[in-house]
Each structure stands twice: as structure tokens, then as C-alpha cells.
């Protein structure tokens, strides 16, 4: 195989790491006959000469070869070639690569990509002969080397929509489909597009064929949304479909109300395979968009009730956070010791969480996620205070008693009978943050900790002097500490008036802050000294565009403001009406809990404004 392989001059073409003298190694060992040598030459061939999607010119050079090993019946793997082809050609999961020639292309790799689109092009004839290839999955990857055709596209997609009617295997079918969907965007002839995406839709109106209708109504989400039926329930799919559910899921994006029905009816399946699918996108959606997403929560619930699912719907739900909240009764009548099951029913703030935490914190071994638990109910705690206070004493891992330090500061002076328990660990040595948060939320009553704390403030320049201040009044150490970073900032907010002596470092660090969080920390530590808004809300501003994760806090200071702080009005009116969550991009469970914070935050900022002047 590959005659003239050898012939041409590798060292002189440059691929990702330098010259392409590998590359003749590289491509035999594609079509090796040892697996273990085929996985590295994959390998390298990704790392060399497609890194990160880029097209080097001994990637082109390299395409005929490609070519005459797929052709070959006795090449092992000829799907993943013919992949690898439609790859380089510019094809991958979002369509087709296209760009317009006055395109800046520094380093060529259009004018590489378009070498070997025309390679590929030109054994455009061979290439429909593979359709008649016995192997169902040559004939499934097929379709996306041939949409990378560009110059052929019309007979291209005449051989696709041809194919339809004859193809046995449905994959395949559902693969010409979306080789067509690839093509569709980028024709220029109207009348062509509208026949090709009437086509498309014929497709998605075929119930005979579920796997086939799963891909036209993603392509049809990609391309032409406007074209899509109002039901998109979809038939129970056996796994191998999956990733077409999927795919019509991410397809349509922000359609909250059409992705919660296909969801719906995937948890309402007989199927526990499309149970946990629905589970799944359920996940996805709700960790996304915002929305009415109480059906899906009550869906979800049901799930519950089937012990091979009750985990995967737990765990989801504890994403819904409070959105969870309809499924509240399933999550109580699911309890069973089960800490997924109790942490999904806390981070809803229902009351009958406490109990199930209760019993959680008399454990031997506290659930090292308790202080998730806790902080979701944290406006029925206080019930809690006897279990924290007894388990203060003989829990020794950090996480876990952080976590009940904090619950127990989230009470403020309704921790104060823990007073004598806080000092007693001050005493004997611990020096967690949690240890002096909770210190300073109880305040007064922990006076006998002052002598305590007063040595510690060199150690401990944010934790010591704050207690100090907010237990015994004492605003020395904390004035003394006060300084240009963040943490000094944040000590001269807490002090509030008593701090203006240190109103020039606040003033400075305002103007000289290099980025939109030291510049918010020290809008609010000015606010709090000296309620004055006018240097304070254009910084809140420029902290809210600087980051979508600063909002929350912004948000909670504008309406604190007030009035003076209109300014802000259109802003915070149109992130209530994105459909996004601010936080979409950051993965973590709480982020549901946080855009809901977000919302609320924005609403009250809002009611403190007034009605819509225009801005």
C-alpha cells in the first residue's frame, strides 16, 4: 500500500513540531495490522498533523493516501479514516468550516484545507461507490467526507437525498441527513436551500423511522428552527440513538419550553434507558437556562421511586437546588439514610429536611458534604444548635467541623449558646476561618475570647482583628491592619464609619485597582464608610460588566443604595430578562442556588427604582 509514499520530500513540508520526515511511519502504522500500532499512529497523526483541528501541509499531502487505504476492503478501521478525512476536510460536530477569501489565514491552513478538500473532491466518484460497502459503519461515516465536497456540493447532495429510499441501516440514513444539514447554510442558491431544507423536513415529519426523525429535528434546530413541529415527543430509543436525543437537545439551545417537552417525554418513557437520558439533558437544562422548570423537577422526582435510578435523580435534583423544591414530597418519601436523597431534599429549604440532617450529624462518620446540607436550610438551623454544639467536641477533621462552625454562624446571635464552645476550641489551638467567622456572627456573648484573639492578630491579620471588632467593639486592630489588598478592604467595609482614617488607602485602591474585583471590593468598603453613592456606583457598574460571577454582590449593594443607584436600572433589567444563567459556563453545583440569588438580588434593586424611565 501507498506506492510513492517515499517519493516525496517529507523533511522539506512543516507540520504542528517541525519537519514531516515521521509522517510516511506515521500513516502505515494507520493501517497497521497490530491494533496497539494503529492507536499511537492515531495518535501522533491528531498531535502532528491535525493539532487542535489546524491543517498543515503535509496534512494535505497526506489526504490521497488516506484515500487509497479506505478504497482498500482489508484496511482495518476504515470508518475512523473516513472520520479522519472529514476532519481534515473541515467537517466536525458544529458543520462545516467555510471562510470568504479576503479571510485572514496566517498560516495557511485554509489554503492546506482547501488541498485537501480538492483531493478529496477528486476521488469524489470512487467515494459514492462506498455506499454500496457492506460494513454499516463505513456507510455511516461516508456521509460527512463527502459534505466537505465543496465544488461537488450539488451532485453531492443529490447522491445524499438519493440514498434515503435505499440505505437498510438506520444510522446511516440518519447520517446522510446530517450531511445534508452540513451543506444546507452554505448554499447560495435559494431555491436550492429552501428544496434542501423542505427535504430536511420531510425527514422530521417521518415517525417510521425514530432514529432518522431524532436527526432531521436536530439539523432542522441547527438550521432552520422556524421549521420545526410543535411536537417533538420522541418514540423510546435504544442507547445507540442517544447521542442523536443529544444532539437535538444541544441543537436547540435556548428553547426552554420545546427542550423541557422532549425531556418529559423521555422521563415519562417505560424505558430506563430514556429515563436516565431525560435525567441527564434534564440536568443540563436546568443548569443552564432559567425557567419554569417545575414539571422537570416533578418528572424527576418520580424517578425516585425506582431504586436503579433514585441516585441519578437525587444527584440531579440537588442541582435543581431550590428549583427542586416540586419534588420535595417524592425526595420525603424517598428517604431511606440515603445522603444524596437528604442533600437534594435540604438544598431545597424545605423544613422537613431537618430531621434527615439531624440524624445525619448523629452519625459516627458526619457525610463529608454536611455543610451543603446545612447551608440549605439554614432558615431552620437553629433547631439544629444542640446536635452542632455536641459534635463540635469530638469531631476532629477540619472540612467537616468547618462545616458546623458555619452553620453555626449562619445563626448570628442565634448561635449564641455556642459562645462558651467557640472559645473552647480558640483555646485549645484551632485556627480555622470558620472558627473566627463564627466568633464574629455570634458576637458579644464570645467576649471571653478576647484575650484570646488579641495575640493572634499579626498571625491572623483578617480573621483576628475582624472578631475583635465585631465581639468587643475594639476597632484598633483592625485599623491597623487595614491595607491596599483585598482583605484590607474588606476589614475597613466591616468597620463602616469607624474606618475613615483609612479613607485615603480606600480612595487610592479604588482608583489604582488593576481589575473589576480589588475595584469592587473597595466601591464597598467607600459605601460603607461613608454612604456616599456617587464614586460608588459607576465602580459597582464596572464590576458587574467586568465579570458575570460579581453580579450577585453588585446586585445586593445597588439595592442598598437605592435610588442614587438608578444608573444601574438598565443593567439589572436586562439580566432579567437573559434566559441564560450568569453562570452557565462555571460548573458547580450551587450554581442554580447562585443565579436564583442573582434574580432576587436584581428584583429588589428594581423595587428600590421605581418604574422603567427608558434606560
Known sequence: MFPGLDKIDWLSLQHAYGPAEDVPEILRGLVSDDPEARRLAYEDFADVLHHGGDVYEPTAVAVPF????????STPQRPDLLNLIAGIGGADETGIDTWAPDDPDPYDNHRHTAAARSSIGAALARLLTLFDDPDPEVRRALPAALAVCQEHWGVTLSALRERIPVEPDPHARAAVVRAVGMIAPHLDDETELDETLAWIAERA???TSPIVR?????TLAETDPSALPADLAVAEVDADAGYLVRSLDTALGGRVAERTSLITGLLSHSSKENQRLGNSLARGLVREWRGDHGELARRVGDLL??????KDAAQTLDHFGPEALPAADALVAALNGSPWIVRALARTGDERALDPVREALRREDIPRDIGTMLYGIRAHA??????????????SDEWRRGALLTAIGNLESGGAEAAPDLVELLQAGIRDSALFYALRAVGPVAHAAVPLLRPLCEEHPFDAPLALWRIAGDPAPALAAISPSNDGMRLAAALGPAAASALPIVRARLVEAGDPWAGLRAAIALWEITADPEPVVPALIAAWRGSPLYRTLVAQYLAEIGPPASAAAGLLRAEL?????????????DAVSEDLELLNACARALGFFGPSQGN
Open 382 to 395: 437553629a433547631a439544629l444548635l444542640p446536635v452542632l454544639r455536641a459534635r463540635l467536641r469530638d469531631v
Open 214 to 218: 431524532l436527526r432531521a429535528l436536530a
Open 577 to 589: 430578562a437573559q434566559p441564560r444563567r450568569h453562570n452557565s459556563d462555571v460548573h458547580f453545583v
Open 305 to 310: 421511586a425506582d431504586p436503579e435510578l433514585a
Open 66 to 73: 488516506l484515500l487509497e487505504a479506505v478504497f482498500d476492503p
Open 205 to 207: 415529519a417521518d415517525h
